[in-house]
């Protein structure tokens, strides 16, 4: 690899705009995702975060900006042609296939991947999470929420991403649930996937993040670490306080 692309950011956003209906939704979100970085977006609900996923994965069209992918500009393409790129997104709805198996599931992820990316297996799916293992010839639609949780972030790691884009990966999910989905992140981390985690529990997403981005009314209000945004107190009761 290139001194330049090891340099270089490898997922740069740029004066994202996207709008619902008339409601003008991200008004200009930039920021950049290093290769092996864990960045999460936070902010309350309706800042934008979700959007913001969304419209990196061009499920939500952007009307401005730029998504640079290692120098490639993905705004405004096809989702399966984003997901191709090296981007894979696990949505907080989780939007399982409920009528096909755990197996099936994690088939219908599978894509061949990218030389400069993790290569992932079943086998180490179940490594994660051996209730998926358990449970493999259950149709997805019939298994708990964490389940479908720890399915769903399978099923997108198989298409041997770049980049992952995880929307509030613990919500609604019981306590020993959170812990086992929060170390999966970790360890994707760690064997080279960079990631892009939203997450309303701040605790969770200090201890798992590289870098954090706050975003307010539709742009960022700060980027930098966990400890600078903590040492805040009044960025904290600004933008995150309810």
């Not at 740029?14 to 939704?25: P, Q, T």
């Not at 812990?179 to 529990?201: D, F």
Request: charged letters at 20%; aromatic letters at 4%; hydrophobic letters at 35%.
């Amino acid at each position: 690899m290139s001194q330049t692309k090891q340099s270089t950011p490898l997922l740069q956003v740029r004066d994202l705009h996207a709008h619902y209906g008339k409601s003008h939704i991200l008004q200009g979100v930039s920021f950049d995702v290093g290769r092996g970085e864990v960045i999460s977006l936070l902010g309350r609900n309706g800042s934008g975060r979700s959007t913001t996923a969304r419209a990196i994965m061009g499920l939500v069209p952007p009307t401005g900006g730029q998504v640079l992918l290692d120098g490639r500009d993905l705004a405004g393409q096809r989702p399966y042609t984003i997901s191709r790129a090296g981007i894979s997104f696990v949505p907080e709805e989780r939007e399982v296939f409920g009528n096909l198996t755990v197996d099936e599931n994690l088939q219908m992820g599978m894509q061949p991947g990218h030389d400069d990316a993790p290569k992932w297996t079943v086998e180490q799916m179940f490594d994660f999470f051996p209730r998926l293992k358990e449970r493999r010839s259950t149709r997805a639609g019939n298994l708990s929420g964490g389940e479908q949780q720890m399915l769903t972030m399978c099923r997108s790691l198989l298409g041997n991403p770049k980049v992952i884009l995880i929307d509030e990966p613990t919500e609604g999910l019981a306590p020993k649930i959170v812990t086992v989905v929060g170390e999966a992140i970790q360890e994707i981390h760690r064997r080279g996937v960079s990631v892009v985690l939203i997450e309303q529990k701040l605790t969770i997403a200090m201890k798992i993040s590289t870098g954090v981005c706050l975003l307010g009314h539709g742009h960022i209000v700060f980027r930098g670490t966990p400890d600078e945004l903590t040492g805040n107190p009044q960025l904290l009761k600004d933008w995150l306080a309810v």
